[in-house]
């Protein structure tokens, strides 16, 4: 599908105002796409907070951070340091998205993001009712990529070839 400006104003808009994430389904294995896309967005001066129930009963953490079992755990225990969730970005089935509308509705977040392949009609328009921007179907790595010149990071479309990674990004 072709990009309209509109369309491409408001996802560069939105990646620039919402710096704090809130990453549902955030997996600690360096190996699934939840992690690369935080590991790359943290990499770019975004702040990750984990959102993994499995991993917040633990005490763990995963990129440094440490790991809650929901975004509204999450958004309390921010607001004591003074920190606000702007995106919720859901790496979750399009089933599970009403509750997390609700709970980023909740918290005042700017931004609810859907990751690809998912997609919740009536709970975007909810979460836009609420004032909400509403991203679905979309990779928030891919598109900062491609808006904002990341298609380098880690050698990708960079016709070189090699082991070693960039110690400082070209941008």
């Known amino acids: 599908m072709l990009q309209t400006p509109d369309t491409v104003s408001t996802l560069r808009h939105i990646l620039t105002q919402c ?7 955030l997996s600690p294995q360096w190996h699934r796409p939840s992690h690369f896309a ?5 990499a770019h001066g975004y702040r990750i907070i984990p959102v993994n129930p499995v991993v917040a009963r633990e005490g763990g953490d995963i990129l440094g951070e440490r790991a809650y079992s929901s975004v509204t755990q999450a958004a309390a225990a921010l607001k004591a340091q ?5 995106m919720v970005d859901c790496f979750r089935k399009s089933e599970d998205i009403p509750p997390l509308a609700d709970e980023a ?3 005042g977040a700017q931004c609810l993001w859907l ?9 975007g328009a909810r979460a836009e009712a609420a004032g909400l921007q509403v991203i679905q179907n979309r990779c928030v790595k891919i598109e900062h990529a491609r ?7 880690m050698g990708v479309n960079t016709r070189v070839i090699s ?3 960039l110690q400082q990004l070209p941008y």
């Open 38 to 42: 935080a590991k790359y967005m943290q």
């Open 105 to 107: 509705i909740a918290i």
């Open 82 to 86: 003074g920190v606000q969730i702007d």
């Open 115 to 123: 990751q690809l392949g998912v997609f919740n009609e009536a709970a």
């Open 163 to 165: 082991g070693k990674r």
């Open 147 to 153: 808006l904002f010149g990341g298609l380098g990071w």
């Open 19 to 25: 710096r704090t994430l809130a990453v549902v389904g």
